[in-house]
């Protein structure tokens, strides 16, 4: 896997190269702002990038505008979009209609190793990673929106890119009732038999739209 990282702080980019580095991955190149990540991607084609939402010259937007450049100009590009604060409606903007291969976390994920090495490659290997607290910011004060409380658990970790044997030992339950919660989940959000991954990303997306009762107060 080869990866592109685009970061304005020194520190925390090279940071972030050596951990993934040590881990087996290819850090293609390391730029500092959306220009030079747009630039490198073109010129590398890297499998992933890994970029900050707020670069220079103005650090309000310019890492979200590349990736969102970069998304429709390259569909099969993995994306984990690093920030500083939960942005949740600017997480549903970046994912739009496609939340494979999308990663939307909190930069305090970058200080464990092992979960942000973890995200980065599901999201390269067609996955979501969306960070835990931007999903408890859609799940306060949610209405059932037809999902029973646990089943809106479920689906919570399965945004979160969970597999189902990580689900289960995180709710105490039998991988068996994981499965049933998610044909359950799939039914109730209409979701026609298609490969189990295809409905997986579909079942997260139509989370993150607020599709479940989760999410209608966000702005798309």
Do not use: C
């Not at 099969?76 to 494979?100: Q, T």
């Not at 490659?121 to 990673?129: C, K």
């Not at 039998?174 to 039914?187: A, M, N, W």
Request: net charge negative; aromatic share 4%.
């Amino acid at each position: 896997m080869r990866v592109v990282i685009a970061e304005d702080l020194v520190l925390l980019r090279q940071g972030i190269a050596r951990m993934l580095a040590q881990d087996g991955i290819e850090v293609a190149a390391e730029v500092g702002d959306g220009a030079a990540l747009v630039t490198a991607v073109v010129a590398e084609r890297p499998d992933l990038v890994v970029a900050d939402v707020r670069m220079p010259p103005t650090f309000t937007d310019e890492g979200a505008r590349a990736v969102l450049l970069l998304r429709d100009r390259f569909p099969d590009l993995g994306v984990v979009v690093l920030s500083h604060i939960v942005e949740p409606a600017l997480a549903l903007r970046l994912a739009a209609d496609r939340p494979a291969r999308f990663g939307y976390l909190l930069k305090d994920r970058v200080l464990d190793i092992d979960d942000f090495t973890a995200a980065v490659r599901r999201v390269a290997a067609g996955g979501t990673a969306i960070d835990a607290q931007v999903i408890d910011h859609y799940i306060g004060g949610a209405g059932p929106g037809g999902l029973t409380a646990r089943e809106r658990e479920v689906l919570s970790l399965l945004a979160q890119g969970w597999s189902n044997a990580a689900i289960a030992g995180r709710l105490f339950i039998s991988e068996r009732t994981v499965d049933s919660h998610l044909g359950s989940i799939f039914t109730k959000l209409r979701l026609p038999p298609d490969t189990e991954h295809n409905r997986r990303v579909r079942a997260a997306l139509a989370w993150l739209r607020g599709e479940t009762g989760a999410g209608s107060d966000v702005p798309a």
